[in-house]
T-cell receptor, first 111, second 114 residues
């Protein structure tokens, strides 16, 4: 059973702070990793993906991958109230392009 | 482009009733997926179709059947609904391998089984 684990939260940070979201996965053969954002009552949308060890930056978002530790994280700098959402970590498999999702971490950014 | 559309948006069923959830995409994507989302459980894959004419089980297939009607449409059928199938159901699609992981989701169907 392939597993993806996240802290369910809620994680609360003040506006302007750095939010750090963490994810671990069980399958050492996993090659691709994704972060989706889901606003309450809405469908998920992709915000970041990472395939290689290290950091990948896109605007205020940084994804970090450590395959040896089977750990992937998402940092959100200068957090805004509009970042308040549930963040879903997903691990990709070549088989049909399917994804296995974690349970999501709810982030609340307080003004 | 409408993207991924799902019907219906809301549905209430009695235990034992059957229904089909419809999904269509207009992005010419090969792969399509059905997920359910329960509070605190994230998204769990029910079935997927890597290409027209193929379907495979995901993590939680029991109690469901699917049909990949053509490249655009992928339906999910509950033959005999149970209260445990109360959930939000999302359909998603994905393009070529180079975009692996970028699944586009429909708006969801909120199903209640009483």
């Amino acid at each position: 059973q392939k597993e993806v684990e996240q802290n369910s939260g809620p994680l609360s940070v003040p506006e302007g702070a750095i939010a750090s979201l963490n994810c671990t996965y069980s399958d050492r053969g996993s090659q691709s990793f994704f972060w989706y954002r889901q606003y309450s009552g809405k469908s998920p949308e992709l915000i970041m993906f990472i395939y290689s060890n290290g950091d990948k930056e896109d605007g205020r978002f940084t994804a970090q991958l450590n395959k040896a530790s089977q750990y992937v994280s998402l940092l959100i700098r200068d957090s805004q109230p509009s970042d308040s959402a549930t963040y879903l970590c997903a691990v990709g498999y070549n088989q049909g392009g399917k994804l296995i999702f974690g349970q999501g971490t709810e982030l609340s950014v307080k003004p | 482009n409408a993207g991924v559309t799902q019907t219906p948006k809301f549905q209430v069923l009695k235990t034992g009733q059957s229904m089909t959830l419809q999904c269509a995409q207009d992005m010419n994507h090969n792969s399509m997926y059905w997920y359910r989302q329960d509070p605190g459980m994230g998204l769990r894959l029910i079935y997927y179709s890597a290409s027209e004419g193929t379907t495979d089980k995901g993590e939680v297939p029991n109690g469901y059947n699917v049909s990949r009607l053509n490249k655009r449409e992928f339906s999910l059928r509950l033959e005999s609904a149970a209260p445990s199938q109360t959930s939000v159901y999302f359909c998603a699609s994905m393009g070529v391998a180079g975009e692996m992981g970028e699944q586009y989701f429909g708006p969801g169907t909120r199903l209640t089984v009483t």
